[in-house]
């Protein structure tokens, strides 16, 4: 719906009659370039109810993708004649506020995933990982939806010094693994008995 809308918008003089050939055109090759960049960026991987930022970067890759392919092919056989030249800029935002809305919503309203019940503190498993990575990015958001009163990520470890400092995922990088200590854990005192 959103070539048509950005035309209504644009108030465009291609909207009537004469010009059905035109905005049938132009919508069709705006559909067809919308479904191959949707589907190159894999924009239906994403889950609504963890819909993040590196989705919506996601999401206006494709957009943009698609707006230039639209733009340019039109450009190269028809001069985009009775086409105003703001409306693959006016589509682009259109869809994606209606794409990233709708996301938003859905987070928003998919609460159907239970919480899992807060339990003693001291049952919960500290981890500390070992790289910055999207992998521990990813594994990172596992456990903070899915396990946050058994296991908890306290720390990355990473050999970038750049990244000190920084944080994943609201866990920070502290130190190099290099620098890592093992502790064992202290024996109880035990008295000796001297024998006499």
Same mark, same amino acid.
């Given at each position: ?19 059905? &050939?035109? @905005? ?8 067809? *370039? *919308? ?17 993040? %930022? ?5 999401? =206006? ?28 800029? !006016?589509?682009? !935002? ?5 794409? !990233?809305?709708?996301?938003? %919503? ?19 498993? +500290? ?9 521990? *990015? ?17 720390? %990355? ?10 944080? =994943?995922?609201? @866990? &920070? %990088?502290?130190?190099?693994?290099? +620098?890592?200590?093992?502790?064992? &854990?202290?024996?109880? +005192?035990?008295?000796? +008995?001297?024998?006499?």
């Amino acid at each position: 719906m959103a070539p048509p809308l950005a035309l209504y918008l644009r108030d465009a003089t291609v909207l009537s009659v004469k010009g059905t &050939p035109t @905005v049938l055109l132009y919508c069709s090759l705006s559909f067809v *370039s *919308s479904l191959i960049a949707f589907l190159a960026f894999r924009v239906s991987d994403g889950i609504s109810r963890y819909f993040s %930022v590196h989705d919506a970067i996601r999401v =206006i890759n494709a957009i943009i993708a698609s707006g230039l392919t639209t733009t340019m092919v039109l450009f190269t056989f028809t001069r985009l004649e009775g086409i105003p030249r703001s409306i693959p800029i !006016l589509q682009g !935002l259109v869809l994606a506020a209606g794409l !990233l809305l709708t996301r938003g %919503v859905m987070r928003l309203w998919d609460k159907d995933d239970p919480q899992a019940e807060a339990g003693d503190h001291s049952a919960v498993e +500290h981890i500390i990982m070992i790289g910055s990575s999207r992998l521990t *990015s990813l594994y990172i958001k596992l456990l903070q939806a899915h396990a946050p009163a058994q296991c908890e990520v306290i720390a %990355v470890l990473d050999d970038n010094q750049k990244l000190l400092g920084r944080t =994943i995922c609201g @866990v &920070p %990088v502290i130190a190099s693994p290099k +620098h890592r200590r093992v502790c064992r &854990p202290r024996r109880p +005192h035990r008295p000796r +008995h001297h024998r006499r």
